[in-house]
């Protein structure tokens, strides 16, 4: 690049440093850097220090250093300024971001180059904190920090990296030629204490060859069409001579020979276009000398560009001779290494031009590192990971003749490792030692609201306890469950809780490292009680069929859910470090249901370095913008998706319970469609929804605490690739009308749109974070279970975004539903008959029975009936009910009415004389 180009760049870097632009995100990121006040870099002792002071003090700085897949992060506390040392793991630009604790993104980012003074580290980037340098100010040597915006816009402007290499050669061109001239060719003497030597024309005989020396480059230009140019050398022992013609100009085509002393033609290479020539194994005999032509192919030249010339000789003891893994030179003849396994190999490149292949398979998404090793000095070899078809997937070009290494998330496949000298090396003997090491990146999954088994501890002796099956069997007596897991606010107004019962510690059941608490709820000996309570077991066996290993690849994390995210986020955060401990990896996979989803999202929006640490994240039934049976829970009490459990024991639970809270529908919820109605038409603010008596939740703190967290949510991204598994076909709680007629708080139903538990709205909220959705007919508790979302899930985990059978690339508009609404004109319980297929049920405050075809919610003294088969039902009073006198009232929902009637539902009474409809009722 010329000085005006330099010039021109260098003055668009200033520009977009101190300028604004017009555009708004601009705007926004120039604010951002406003609270950088100054900021420093200079080398010290070996190591790349980096301090800034702010404009006004923040709570906490993070700041992190990058380079390319490595990253590190250190956080520092309250304050108005930071400091750090930096050993970076190679030469290669270093990019320094921090962020404050309310900033998702960067305050601002710098890009800087490493120094040649700055020792590298060989275990990978080190960074810690140092004290404030009150001198700064006096360094003469400063580096400057540039934002990676403007370094961006900067490599637009430059030339191609040959380019930029030709740019350094004319400049030792220049001072070659300020000393020497086409009349005054040198002595050798004089040549061989040159770091590089040119062409002096003429140069087309023998007699009037330039010179060339071992393991020094020499550079030329063919600058006419049938221009020659001739080199010569002197052979200084025995052995063989290595010789590469490299940096031929593009769409040129130049050729390579080689001569004796007495002009007999020993060696050529004539490849055809721009390819590199080279010619190996030309025995030398001492004292000899040898000539060396370059001419251009059918009238090839470039009068601009130089090439590059270069011969190494290799002594007859040492000579690098062809290892075990040759013939490997080519993608089709790479060596085929272990499927799975690490593997370290020695081997050897046999001349400059030599190129070593490699090829492995992984049948697990798994973390891929590869170690080049002790090279010699004088070579500069890189490293190169490649897939199948031969696409640089990721490569290492240290300088000279550092080690390489290469970290890569690699998905199941075959993948090629490359080993070739770099375009600077020279040659010597060698062995280089090469470690390929395969670890698969693990998997975690995640449970939602009461999708862990807990145990507790009371009186020295540890129980069962959600789910105590005994104890949840009992129904509306059952005083073990309320006692033991209900909470309370430490003190009045606070968001942090503690059990109500003193002396007991709660905690996920811990057996099998926490499978047991999330493969079933119960663990039943009568077959479909447990299997109605299944979680993550089906999954978990088809992990370990793929070859997954618990405890080493495949984690469990059970967590307490009555807790707030906040607090389960640490746990979180822990399973990870763990799971990357044990299998070595540099990443994980997370796989979330429900609740599960938002406990990731609070674990990597709060804590952002561990972003880094996650490949991917898939989630089936997360409610991201909440869901109404959080409401209804806190309300009128829910039974968690568990048939048996009862509703009351669900009120208690929640009423304390701050991930209840954050379940709540968000204000983002409200504001889409919000979900409690004044009437069917006119719902209530979420403003309305914190301050209004009628609908608004007792324990204000714990309501505030879930919208800020969910604003949170809601509006952020993760950098992690993400997946989202939709269930439909199940009639949905949206929320509550008051029903003016009938004086009541009524619930409303999707038509089959959501998955029973979480709305279509909410399940289907994506951020720009979420890379692809998949519908799957299903119902929410039974997402993780299902073995078709199994399948998808597992398809993921292998990197294949295909949508599998039985899930949908889109939303299903149609669903077959059948609803009844029953209650009590006088507002008591609606005791009654229920008759379907021959067998009947009295519903009844005091008896719960539980029918696999039927689905049943309480709110309050209204009773909700799902009828899974769309086969009709016949009601009839009960003794008790026939002599009370109030009528029960009907309201049926069906997908077969005509649409009209699918909004208003069919009306009717149950009286002395059965079932009749009542077009009063439609009010």
Do not use: C
């Not at 330099?6 to 440093?17: A, D, E, M, S």
């Not at 075990?324 to 499927?339: D, F, G, Q, R």
């Not at 996920?508 to 490292?513: C, Q, S, T, V």
């Not at 992690?720 to 708080?745: K, M, N, R």
Request: without cysteine; charged residues 25%.
């Amino acid at each position: 690049m010329g000085k005006s180009a330099k010039r021109l760049v260098f003055l668009l870097l200033i520009l977009t440093l101190i300028g604004s632009s017009f555009d708004q995100s601009a705007w926004a990121q120039e604010e951002r850097r406003s609270l950088v006040k100054e900021a420093w870099a200079w080398v010290e002792k070996g190591e790349l220090r980096i301090q800034a002071s702010l404009q006004k003090s923040v709570d906490e700085i993070e700041v992190t250093v990058k380079q390319d897949d490595e990253e590190l992060t250190y956080s520092f506390l309250e304050g108005t300024r930071f400091s750090v040392a930096i050993k970076p793991s190679d030469s290669r630009p270093l990019t320094i971001e921090w962020r404050t604790a309310e900033e998702e993104e960067p305050v601002i980012r710098w890009k800087i180059p490493v120094p040649e003074s700055v020792r590298i580290s060989t275990d990978g980037i080190e960074l810690k904190e140092v004290s404030w340098d009150r001198g700064t100010d006096k360094k003469e040597d400063r580096l400057e920090l540039t934002s990676s915006e403007v370094t961006e816009q900067a490599e637009e402007l430059e030339v191609p990296a040959l380019s930029q290499q030709q740019a350094k050669v004319e400049r030792w061109a220049k001072d070659f030629y300020r000393e020497y001239s086409n009349d005054k060719k040198p002595r050798e003497a004089a040549m061989r204490s040159r770091p590089a030597t040119f062409e002096l024309e003429p140069n087309d005989t023998v007699g009037k060859a330039d010179w060339l020396f071992d393991a020094k480059d020499a550079f030329g230009k063919i600058g006419k069409s049938g221009d020659v140019d001739m080199w010569k050398i002197k052979a200084t022992r025995n052995g063989t001579m290595n010789i590469s013609l490299r940096d031929i100009p593009r769409d040129q085509d130049y050729n390579l020979y080689v001569f004796s002393g007495d002009n007999q033609e020993l060696r050529s290479s004539e490849q055809a276009g721009q390819a590199d020539e080279a010619i190996d194994g030309i025995t030398l005999e001492q004292g000899e000398w040898y000539y060396i032509k370059v001419q251009g192919s059918g009238g090839s030249y470039h009068k601009d560009f130089y090439y590059r010339l270069r011969a190494d000789f290799v002594s007859e003891q040492g000579e690098a001779k062809l290892d075990e893994y040759e013939p490997n030179n080519s993608l089709a003849e790479a060596h085929t290494l272990t499927t799975d396994y690490d593997t370290t190999l020695q081997a050897n490149l046999h001349s400059l031009t030599d190129i070593d292949f490699y090829q492995f398979g992984i049948t697990l998404a798994s973390t891929v590192r590869l170690d080049l090793k002790e090279l010699p000095e004088g070579m500069d070899v890189d490293l190169y990971l490649l897939d199948q078809a031969g696409k640089v997937l990721s490569k290492s070009e240290k300088p000279k003749n550092a080690n390489e290494q290469i970290v890569f998330q690699a998905n199941p496949g075959t993948y090629i490792v490359k080993v070739a000298a770099s375009q600077r090396s020279g040659f010597a003997p060698n062995t280089y030692k090469l470690d390929v090491a395969i670890n698969t990146i693990p998997v975690i999954v995640i449970p939602g609201i009461g999708g862990s088994r807990l145990e507790v501890e009371e009186s020295g002796k540890i129980s069962e306890i959600w789910l105590g099956l005994g104890d949840s069997l009992i129904g509306i007596n059952d005083p073990r469950h309320r006692r033991l897991l209900s909470l309370e606010p430490i003190r009045p107004n606070s968001v942090d809780v503690q059990p109500r019962e003193d002396g007991i510690s709660i905690f996920p059941e811990r057996a099998d490292e926490g499978f047991r608490a999330i493969e079933y709820l119960s663990y039943s000996p009568l077959d479909p009680i447990r299997d109605t309570t299944e979680q993550y077991y089906s999954m978990v066996k088809q992990l370990e069929k793929m070859g997954y290993k618990k405890f080493r690849s495949l984690f469990a994390m059970p967590y307490d859910w009555r807790y707030s995210s906040t607090k389960n986020a640490v746990a979180l955060k822990q399973k990870i470090d763990l799971a990357l401990q044990r299998s070595g990896a540099s990443q994980v996979q997370l796989v979330a249901h429900s609740m599960g989803g938002l406990l990731v999202r609070e674990t990597l929006l709060t804590n952002v370095s561990y972003q880094s640490k996650v490949n991917r994240i898939i989630y089936m039934g997360t409610p991201f913008l909440g869901a109404p049976r959080a409401y209804q829970a806190i309300q009128y009490g829910y039974n968690f998706s568990i048939p048996w459990m009862d509703e009351g024991t669900g009120k208690i639970i929640s009423e304390y319970a701050p991930a209840v809270y954050e379940l709540l529908p968000s204000k983002k919820y409200f504001q889409t469609v919000g979900f409690l109605k004044k009437d069917k038409n006119e719902p209530y603010s979420y403003d309305e929804f914190l301050q209004d008596k009628a609908i608004r939740l007792s324990y204000a703190p714990l309501v505030k605490q879930a919208g800020k967290l969910h604003e949170k949510w809601d509006a952020k991204t993760i950098n992690v690739p993400q997946y989202s598994i939709v269930g439909q076909g199940e009639p949905t709680l949206l929320g509550y009308f008051f029903d003016h007629y009938h004086q009541a708080w009524t619930p409303y139903y999707d038509k089959g749109m959501g998955d029973g538990t979480v709305p279509y709205l909410s399940a289907s909220y994506a951020q720009k974070d979420i890379k692809k959705k998949y519908y799957v007919t299903g119902e929410h508790a039974k997402l993780p279970s299902i073995p078709q979302v199994i399948h998808q899930v597992t398809q993921l985990l292998q990197g294949i975004e295909d949508t599998q059978p039985g899930l949908r690339k889109s939303a299903s508009k149609q669903q077959k539903y059948l609803t009844y609404i029953l209650s009590r004109d006088d507002g008591s319980f609606p005791e009654v008959n229920v008759i379907k297929s021959g067998k009947s049920m009295t519903l009844n405050q005091k008896k719960k029975e539980v029918w696999d075809d039927l689905s049943i919610e309480y709110h309050g003294n209204l009773v909700v009936l799902h009828i899974k088969d769309g086969e009709d039902l016949e009601f009839e009073q009960t003794n008790r009910t026939k002599a009370g006198g109030a009528q029960l009232q009907i309201q049926r929902f069906s997908s077969e009415d005509p649409e009209q009637e699918q909004e208003t539902g069919k009306w009717y009474r149950l009286g002395q004389r059965g079932l009749m409809e009542a077009t009063d009722l439609r009010q």
